[in-house]
């Protein structure tokens, strides 16, 4: 039997606002347990919650990137259950008239192809606060400064069809979402977490299978990993006779596996009522057109650029413009080195390897965009070699300071020299009669490759500073005369 998986993403994205979204509580990330739950968070006797402003804009935003309807009128409920970390006892949010409603993603995938998933809609709500339980033996802290974040819910047709699709989807967003400035994106302190709704069917069945839920998953990685063992778990237990039961689950990335949590609620389950202390809030034509207005240039209409500006390939376009950081650093690079296409090079490779190998971010590396761009300055006016261009990297992910700085401090210059390279080559011939002589007697054909022995010589006694392309000039010249 052929299965296939169906998969819908809840993505809930915390909004970069500085307060909160009914409060004027701090949403900084990092301080002190419960020193920035205030009492309209907690819901005291007395306290009123006032609606953020910029949460609203943010979500507008997001919604005209998205291409989405924009609720003019949206409306506020609570959703009632008990949790610890839950201070209310319910969660303010939106079901019946969310701000944002349908409209359309394209991802691209591995293979070159593109797929449009559909978005459902996406909605304002207050972030719960955090359970600790590593710090407790027996127990559960309660951390409340999360409480009353404001987050965007973004919630996708089940449009996916595999975890890669689902990946694609989730990096997309990743990159809007930053592109705009309304979150910072960063899963690992939870501004960014996706519940994935999975679920099993035969090729060719329109049915929709029973979902599980898997909930805050918060990478990349754990999301591709869980749903791949979800869809693993519920095949087998179908073929093996069973039945799968729709719940909520829970994602262990140690063992790589799925463990239920609780029976999966419906609508009706948490209760919803109709907010009596928030009004809708209705927003005219000339507010969101101010903000259509205000938006950056997003991914797809930069990469379109980067490929017509730059004459740079679909694929690496893509790579580029993935996250808005990089994008602005390359540009940065190609307009200051006037090499779009080795600038390109340099940072989809050297760049990326060293940040992967040293697990930094753009804003934690000390190679900013001017200093490559200064690299690639002298490797472009024949101050140094590719090859030293390597080892001026390497001292610039130091700290040492620009490319300048660090070729005039350890004296790599590039030997052009006519009369210094003919020494070289003279010297090197004199050594090596034999591999002469051999040379002298191959075929037009056989003698590039044997020519590599020579420039290698060459470049070991100048320690990688001979311009090779003089060498390689010189070298025909005095072997033909041999």
């Given at each position: ?153 973004i919630v996708s047709e089940p449009d996916m069809r595999s975890a890669e699709e689902a990946v694609a989807y989730l990096k997309k967003i990743h990159s809007i979402i930053t592109y705009l400035g309304i979150s910072d994106g960063e899963m690992s302190q939870g501004s ?210 620009s490319a300048d700085q660090i070729i005039d401090k350890r004296g790599l210059q590039q030997v052009s020299d006519t009369g210094a390279l003919e020494k070289m080559v003279d010297e090197v011939i004199a050594n090596n009669q034999s591999q002469v002589d051999n040379y ?43």
């Open positions: 039997m052929e299965w296939e998986t169906v998969i819908g993403l809840e993505i809930h994205v915390q909004l970069a606002t500085r307060s909160k979204i009914f409060s004027g509580a701090s949403t900084a990330f990092g301080a002190s347990p419960n020193t920035q739950a205030c009492a309209i968070d907690l819901a005291m006797p007395g306290t009123l919650p006032v609606a953020n402003e910029e949460a609203f804009r943010f979500a507008v935003m997001f919604g005209l990137a998205m291409n989405a309807e924009i609720g003019k009128r949206s409306v506020f409920e609570r959703k009632n259950y008990f949790y610890p970390d839950l201070p209310k006892g319910y969660q303010t949010t939106q079901l019946a008239e969310p701000i944002v409603g349908s409209g359309v993603i394209e991802i691209e995938l591995g293979n070159g192809e593109r797929k449009s998933i559909r978005l459902h809609h996406a909605h304002l709500e207050e972030d719960a606060g955090k359970s600790l339980h590593e710090d407790y033996h027996g127990m559960s802290g309660i951390d409340l400064n999360r409480a009353g974040t404001p987050l965007i819910e960014m977490r996706c519940d994935a709704n999975v679920s099993v069917r035969l090729k060719g069945d329109e049915t929709l299978g029973t979902r599980c839920e898997i909930k805050n998953i918060n990478s990349f990685k754990f999301v591709e990993k869980a749903i791949k063992v979800e869809a693993e778990r519920q095949i087998d237990l179908i073929e093996d006779g069973g039945k799968v039961v729709q719940e909520t689950r829970l994602y262990d990335s140690e063992k790589n596996e799925t463990r239920s949590m609780r029976s999966k609620e419906v609508a009706n389950d948490y209760r919803y009522f109709p907010c009596p202390d928030l009004l809708p809030v209705i927003l005219d034509d000339d507010y969101i057109e101010q903000i259509r207005q205000s938006l950056p240039e997003l991914p797809d209409a930069k990469r379109d650029r980067f490929v017509s500006e730059y004459q740079l390939s679909s694929y690496d376009a893509a790579v580029l413009t993935a996250d808005r950081a990089t994008a602005d650093f390359y540009e940065t690079v190609a307009k200051t080195s006037g090499e779009p296409k080795l600038a390109a090079n340099w940072v989809m490779v050297d760049l990326a390897a060293h940040l992967n190998k040293s697990e930094q971010t753009l804003a934690d590396c000390k190679v900013s965009a001017e200093h490559l761009a200064g690299l690639i300055s002298r490797i472009k006016d024949g101050t140094i070699s590719g090859k030293i261009a390597k080892q001026v990297f390497e001292a610039m992910t130091e700290g040492e300071g002298k007697a191959a075929d037009e054909k056989k003698r590039p490759k044997m020519l590599g022995f020579f420039v290698g010589q060459i470049m070991k006694a100048s320690k990688g500073q001979a311009n090779p392309q003089a060498v390689n000039e010189i070298l025909l010249k005095k072997l033909d005369e041999q």
